[in-house]
């Protein structure tokens, strides 16, 4: 089916495009992007035409964090659910992290999730591998048979790599392979039994905190490695002002580090822990309104490379207990692109800049044949209303999961289309 996106105000930050222009796709590949009118529909009954007025369109959305669950925790997110799930967000590629049961340290994992993917056919998934056998952090997982069989990156997620001596033969091997090491910053000694953020409110609240410290000191450790190594480190979620300070000074060395940060770490602080939802519940935690301020100049200034969602779906089990022994993580896919345009309306950076954090920025760094509107290019494409006001309801959400600390919010911009190899996965008109 050939498609035609009219009227819209298409911006793709690759190409420098922000102007009113007609997409055309054919085979699922961008054809044509021309002035509104240019483009004839000389198909009839053949073309499948949407009418963008008033709405922007850019490349389909890439995060590169995400948790799907799939295998061993089906009951919080499957690959299909995970999948729907980031449609409805925009999202047209995403990136799985690897711990699931059994953990993707293995070539067998990593082939059956990326072939439950495209079984599904509903957007992109890309594989994450554990740097260490079962995230044990012990011993190095195979990294080439895993890179072969499609890994794009490798990551313990949630357990740090405590190793010295492991995590520098991890950059040799990412040096050599030509792929980032994605790190979760934590000192796990430090944070051990924590449930926020160390500071005012988890003395008040009376509940045992992990300190910012933790976050900076790997975050400084790494940056320490990766310049005796080589290799290529990308730190996640980054949460401190402190963290943000170091990878700017790494980046003004010519290191090779990028970083990104979760929307939630930019729009809430630890005061939204008071009242003990447990929505509120993440790692890294929540911090205080002078990180979030920090987090923002990094947004600014370029220093924070990619908005990524850290997609973390809970069972309402996990979350319906005491502050403390609840599950940490909220899922972020379907909200992701309202709590962004927040910091456009803010100031913080234009329209432009926050979709290249969400695009080609993500597509850069991790080497994916996306993120862009180019002739010839696979037609992955989102079609939002920047002004549409809403209010969210977890439970019209597409995940299995409502874990969600921003329930009720009023915010502004919803995904009305999302297409994926220039089919439409996703239309707010038929959910």
């Not at 910091?343 to 993500?362: M, Q």
Request: aromatic share 6%.
């Amino acid at each position: 089916m050939t498609v035609l996106i009219k009227n819209g105000r298409v911006i793709d930050p690759a190409n420098n495009l922000d102007a009113t222009k007609d997409v055309r796709i054919v085979k699922g590949k961008i054809e044509a992007i021309d002035p509104p009118g240019k483009i004839n529909i000389d198909e009839k009954g053949k073309t499948s035409v949407i009418d963008a007025k008033g709405c922007v369109v850019c490349p389909g959305f890439i995060d590169m964090h995400v948790h799907f669950r799939e295998p061993g925790f089906e009951y919080k997110e499957t690959i299909e659910s995970g999948c729907k799930s980031a449609a409805a967000g925009g999202f047209t590629s995403v990136a799985v992290m690897p711990n699931t049961k059994p953990v993707n340290d293995t070539r067998s994992v990593t082939e059956l999730m990326l072939s439950q993917a495209r079984a599904k056919g509903i957007v992109r998934v890309y594989a994450i591998a554990a740097i260490t056998q079962g995230l044990a952090g012990e011993c190095l997982s195979e990294m080439g048979d895993l890179k072969d069989a499609g890994a794009i990156a490798f990551s313990d997620d949630g357990r740090p790599v405590m190793n010295n001596e492991l995590m520098r033969r991890a950059f040799e091997y990412s040096k050599m392979f030509k792929v980032p090491l994605i790190q979760h910053s934590e000192m796990l000694d430090l944070t051990e039994g924590g449930s926020m953020n160390e500071g005012a409110v988890s003395t008040e609240l009376g509940l045992k905190g992990m300190p910012v410290e933790a976050e900076d000191i790997m975050v400084y450790r790494d940056i320490a490695l990766l310049e005796k190594t080589g290799g290529r480190l990308h730190v996640a979620h980054v949460s401190s002002g402190n963290s943000v300070d170091l990878v700017r000074q790494a980046k003004a060395q010519g290191l090779p580090v990028t970083c990104e940060v979760a929307p939630h770490h930019f729009i809430l602080t630890d005061e939204a822990v008071r009242g003990y939802d447990t929505n509120t519940k993440m790692s890294p935690p929540l911090r205080t309104a002078k990180d979030v301020e920090r987090i923002k100049e990094g947004l600014k200034d370029g220093t924070i490379d990619i908005i990524a969602t850290d997609h973390a779906p809970h069972d309402l089990t996990d979350k319906q207990c005491e502050y403390q022994n609840a599950c940490f993580g909220i899922v972020g896919l379907e909200t992701a692109l309202p709590l962004t345009l927040k910091l456009v309306d803010e100031n913080i950076f234009s329209l432009s800049d926050a979709i290249k954090k969400l695009t080609s920025a993500p597509a850069d760094i991790f080497n994916l044949d996306s993120g862009e509107l180019s002739i010839g290019k696979q037609a992955d494409v989102v079609i939002f209303d920047p002004d549409y006001e809403y209010e969210v309801d977890v439970s019209k959400f597409h995940s299995k999961s409502k874990n969600s600390p921003f329930n009720g919010w009023k915010v502004k911009g919803k995904v009305l289309h999302t297409l994926v190899g220039g089919k439409v996965v996703y239309s707010a008109a038929e959910h």
